[in-house]
């Protein structure tokens, strides 16, 4: 167990930056949709983003939230992060704890045994995330939006998504592999911390070109 008293969620996002290690080829990635993303908030009022991922639980929930929470880090307006499913299942109980163990709040919002609906905040936020698992073009995700797929399943069973602007590949390991075993909570901050880390690396570089 991490105690959540010790892991600030600043120091957290701004850490993860910092100990990035990227191959030549992740850094392009991430360059390219952060410049796309610098491009679209150039000539429209709104961007929206939309990560999706197989069963909207684990990956893509946790780009969600650090997408958001980069947004307001390097105050980008007119920008919001969403995320999505090709099922339906729930944010899954271990995404919400290492989470919790970087100083997100959950509050539950909706109950349901089969999918919560949660509102997530942080420290000095106004309006909190709201979280539960939905198919990708749920209509509390708003369009067009550029679709980043976060898992290889999800790439390959949405050879089209209507409402994306553009699309992009950027998929992470999933830390389900971990659930039920010693290693599940050091796992699933592995995974935080990289998603953490990368969309601090792409909404910097937003910041910097617009």
């Known amino acids: 167990m991490i105690d959540t008293k010790i892991i600030n969620t600043k120091k957290f996002f701004t850490d993860s930056l910092n100990n990035l290690v990227l191959t030549e080829e992740r850094k392009e990635l991430l360059d390219r949709i952060a410049q796309f993303i610098a491009n679209e908030r150039k000539s429209k009022h709104k961007v929206f983003l939309n990560f999706i991922c197989t069963h909207n639980s684990r990956r893509s929930q946790l780009a969600q939230v650090w997408a958001h929470y980069a947004i307001l880090f390097y105050q980008l307006k007119n920008s919001k992060s969403f995320s999505g499913g ?5 944010f899954h109980r271990n995404t919400i704890k290492t989470l919790q163990e970087v100083g ?4 539950l919002k909706e109950f349901s045994h089969k999918n919560p609906v949660y509102e ?11 979280g539960f698992s ?3 073009d749920h209509e509390s995700n708003k369009k067009p939006f550029i679709a980043i797929t ?41 995974t935080n911390k990289q998603v953490a880390a990368e969309m601090n690396y792409i909404f910097k570089q937003v910041s910097n070109l617009i």
Do not use: G, V
């Not at 997100?104 to 509050?107: A, E, L, Q, T, Y």
């Not at 992470?172 to 971990?178: C, F, G, L, Q, W």
């Open 150 to 190: 976060t898992c290889s399943s999800a790439n390959e069973n949405c050879p089209f998504i209507a409402d994306a602007l553009k699309r992009f590949h950027l998929p992470y390991e999933d830390p389900k592999s971990s659930d039920n075993t010693p290693n599940t909570s050091q796992k699933y901050l592995e």
């Open 104 to 107: 997100f709040k959950f509050n």
């Open 120 to 130: 997530i905040s942080f420290k000095n936020m106004k309006k909190p995330i709201i």
């Open 86 to 90: 090709t099922e339906e299942t729930a």
């Open 134 to 136: 939905k198919i990708f």
